[in-house]
């Protein structure tokens, strides 16, 4: 692989992708220095080897905006910081280029389109009030295990027409298929994890069979199964697929509901003012993602030497979009720390990316959020949180995995 020489290179004096940054909740500094002082800037030395960090609005759409100088594809690397594992290659079409991108998308996009939204947007009300009607209002709950995990899970169910009571699995082999974390680079943790993915490649090859019988239906499996572009996919590429599909229609989603708790309690004036107007509802569940932007960064690899930002990138390179702080960019969002439910542009926030690999389920993710925010409105909640929560040693999911909190009425 050609490198430009080292002078040339704006090198940052430390590694954004440090795992602990994400653990203590400490990478605002570190951004708002990369963002001043060098937009585009190279790491020669990390977990994960070397990489460029983009850390801009207007650069990270740049990227996203020219698929064919920075993939996706799994054959050129991966579409995280952490190189695939080489028992794991994870062939799906989040890690594609077109033409493969393109057909496979095609496939499953249908199942986000407006016309299933009005289906989803009662299920998902009615599986949130079921879940909220069971919390004991003044006792300290995890709102991770009570409330995001079952929430964000039991859609899932929905959308591959799974029993609910299978959404333990469906969590266990979600946190497996998103781990990026260091501590997890070892053997044991390799052959735990390639066992629960078999596992779950066991269960969803008899679901696929099941759903091949029956005629086409709404669900994902059988979109799947039924299609031309996905039909005879190779057992790898069908795993990766679905794991793609619960990793993206499930962590994410889950630790924006750990955001809210956090941005409720932070700014409790943005209560009042949704029940002063609770026509912002739809906007706070925009700024919600913007805010929390749980997914950090995707990865790209250039396929040709570029420049950017007035770097040169060597073809080979990894080229990481750090959304957590493109939606920190002060030169698009005013104030952008702060948590504003009547933000006018929240809308242009990268939380869901950006080009041809715009999230495809950002719109049933936005339904899901405003739902529960405008569920916590109409019972006339506050979230108190009872202690820190515990967040997820990663530094591709800014997320939660414990979170005690106690749900009270309003005063
Ligand atoms: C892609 C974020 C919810 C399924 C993506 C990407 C991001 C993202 C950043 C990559 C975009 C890019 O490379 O430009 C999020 C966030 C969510 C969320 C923050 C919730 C707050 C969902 C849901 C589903 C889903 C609910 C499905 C049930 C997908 C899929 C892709 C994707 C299949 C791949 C799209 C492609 O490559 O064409 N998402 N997502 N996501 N997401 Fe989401």
Known sequence: MATAPATARAVASFDISDVTLYIDGTWRAPFARLRADMPVSWCAQSAYGGYWSVVTHELISQVELDPA???????NGNIVIADPKPELNLQNFIAADPPIHTEQRKVIAPAFAPSQMTTREAQVRELCRDILDALPLGETIDWVDQVSVPLTIGMLCILFDMPLDEWKDLKRWSDYASSVN????ND???AESMGQLMQMLARFDR???????????DDLISRM???AAMGNLSPLERLSNIALLIVGGNDTTRHSMGGLVEVLDRWPGELDRLHADPSLV???????????SPVTHMRRTATRDATLGGQRIAKGEKVIMWYLSANRDEAVFADAERFDVARTNARRHLGFGHGIHRCVGARLAEIQLATLIGEIVTRNWKIVP??????LASPFLNGFTAMPVRVELRG
Do not use: C, F, M
């Not at 100088?69 to 054959?75: G, I, K």
């Not at 009872?386 to 967040?391: E, F, K």
């Open 386 to 391: 009872q202690g820190a929560p515990t967040r």
């Open 207 to 217: 679901l696929l069979d099941q759903r091949k019988g029956e005629p086409p239906a």
């Open 182 to 185: 260091p501590d997890n680079d």
């Open 225 to 227: 199964i039924h299609s």
């Open 282 to 292: 739809a906007n706070a569940a925009q700024e919600l993602v913007r805010w929390q």
């Open 188 to 190: 044991a943790y390799r």
């Open 69 to 75: 100088t920075y993939s996706s594809s799994w054959a």
